[in-house]
């Protein structure tokens, strides 16, 4: 068996273009013969095909997908019949939002809450559905030319109904710690309160145009992530309102128990802001850009030297965040 190409054929679907590729898989956009709709396929590449672990954690992401039906999120199709391992999808016009970011770094307050809500609501979906994302990432958020969200990319996705799997190639799937909740750094399995962690990232880089931890390595960042508290947002754009930061530093507490006890809550908050109760949070949290060049490289030091060896154990740890 060969690797594919746009212009051949899989089943019920010719390959057009190729969309995207990373180390495990091949996005393509399709034709489907069938219903003559524009589709994507996700085609992992030969060498994990015959990977058990790899096989049973594409087959569950497929599952997951397959059960899900929210306008927040795409769709996974179900084809006739199969002749390899593959997951085929709805097509979405649009850009992800890390396009949206690299273009606006600090996107209009209303749209950065709206998009926000959106994703709320699908994680509102999804987790009485018994569904965690686990990894919320602009890379992982598509925004309509109508700008409607949808949600995608459902790799370590867990089923809370399901029995635990440990998947043995984890090195190989992790990224950017900077959307990743403190408990997922762990190694646990993380729950809902972990999206509802990703999310408040997601929106606090929409609305000031850095991550909460932008640090200059990723082990520094990790080390901050369970240790300091980020840098309230209005300190970055005084125009954000009490309320909203209030509710962007609720979501990003490091104890998952402080969280917002929902997504509903989250969503609420945000649809609501006169709902919401300062409490204080803004206050507690230190100011970094007035710290001296000296002490943030001081700080960077100690990341490397501290977060390094939790990096380091985290591989070790980390292989149990699939369970």
Known sequence: MAELAPGQRLDQYELVA???????ATLYRAIDHESGRTVVLKIPHLQFESDIA?????????????RLDHPAIVKVLTPKSKSRMYIAMEYVQGQPLREWLRRT????????????????????????????????????????????????DFG?????????????????TFGTPDYMAPEQLKGQ???ARTDIYSLGAMLYEMLTGVVPFPHDNVYASMHAKGAEDPTPPRQIRPEIPPALEETVLHALERDPAKRQESAFQLREELAHPDSVIITGRAARQPDTHRLSAGARTWLTVVGWAAAGAAFI???????HVLR
Do not use: C
Not at 18 to 23: I, K, N, P, T, V
Not at 130 to 145: A, Y
Not at 156 to 172: E, F, V
Not at 313 to 319: D, E, N
């Open 18 to 24: 190729e969309l995207a590729r990373s180390g495990m």
């Open 54 to 66: 790899f096989h049973e954690r594409f087959l569950r992401e497929e599952a997951i997908g397959q």
């Open 105 to 152: 770094p600090q996107l209009p307050v209303d749209t950065a809450v709206a998009l926000a809500i959106q994703i709320a609501d699908a994680l509102v979906y999804l987790h009485a559905h018994d569904v965690v994302h686990r990894d919320l990432k602009p890379e992982n958020v598509m925004i309509t030319p109508y700008e409607r969200v949808k949600l995608m």
């Open 156 to 172: 370590i996705a867990l089923d809370t109904t399901q029995r635990k799997m440990t998947w043995g190639k984890l090195s190989q």
């Open 189 to 191: 399995r993380g729950d």
């Open 313 to 319: 154990l985290g591989f070790v740890v980390l292989v």
